[in-house]
């Protein structure tokens, strides 16, 4: 069956950088797009960016564009996140989830999600 | 990019029906089909209910089902069950350069 399972999350100062990796099995991975997704301690789920299964595009929320860029690796079934200038706003739990379309593109509904990790940024 | 807007809470008896509305513009709910929903519940990851405004995904209960007026998308959970209690999130496709945009969340709680 389909399995996300994100990891690197940890304590991190303001500033600095951090980068989050989704491993997948169960599917072919290189055939589908990816999100990340986040949910603040205690609040709702906001959409934080997206890649083409091809990496051919991305897309970023406003909140995080020119900080945050998402990339993947096909040949290790990975999916990454790469957070710098981070601030005590992006303390959340980061989830990835597998865009539902496959090789049709992008359709923006997410049918697989990982558990998350948790990623907390404080002095 | 702002979020949809939904209701912070509904509540339910077991049996009953309740509907959860996702109001969002012309920019996105109001502008195309692209409206799923999201279960989410306590320590868990979210799950995907509904999407295309009103297909469910396989797996899913028929007590659900999805439809939009205009700007605004709805959820509506029919025969209420206590396992229905969670939290749940309306998504839609945007045509700003973000291209997706979730709801704020609705606490549904089974009385």
């Known amino acids: 069956q389909v399995q996300l399972v994100e990891s690197g999350g940890g304590v991190v100062q303001p500033g600095k950088s951090l980068r989050l990796s989704c491993v997948a099995s169960g599917f072919t991975f290189s055939n589908y797009g990816m999100h990340w997704v986040r949910q603040a301690p205690g609040k709702g789920l906001e959409w934080v960016a997206l890649?083409?299964?091809?990496?051919?595009?991305?897309y970023y929320a406003d909140s995080v564009k020119g900080r945050f860029t998402i990339s993947r690796d096909n040949s290790k079934n990975t999916l990454f996140l790469h957070m710098s200038s981070l601030r005590v706003e992006d303390t959340a739990v980061y989830h990835c989830a597998r865009d539902k379309a496959g090789v049709r593109g992008m359709d923006y509904y997410l049918d697989s999600w990982g558990q998350g990790t948790l990623v907390t940024v404080s002095s | 990019q702002s979020a949809l807007t939904q209701p912070a809470s509904v509540s339910g008896s077991p049996g009953q029906s309740i509907t959860i509305s996702c109001t969002g513009t012309?920019?996105?709910?109001?502008?195309?089909?692209?409206v799923s929903w999201y279960q989410q519940r306590p320590g868990k990851a979210p799950k995907l209910m509904i999407y295309d405004v009103r297909i469910r995904p396989s797996g899913v209960s028929d007590r659900f089902s999805g439809s939009k007026s205009g700007s605004t998308a709805s959820l509506t959970i029919s025969g209420l069950q206590a396992e229905d209690e969670a939290s749940y999130y309306c998504?839609?496709?945007?045509?700003?350069?973000?291209?997706?945009?979730f709801g704020g969340g609705t606490k549904l709680t089974v009385l």
């Open positions: 890649l083409w299964y091809g990496g051919s595009d991305e």
């Open positions: 012309s920019s996105d709910v109001g502008a195309y089909n692209y």
């Open positions: 998504s839609s496709y945007t045509r700003t350069n973000t291209h997706v945009v």
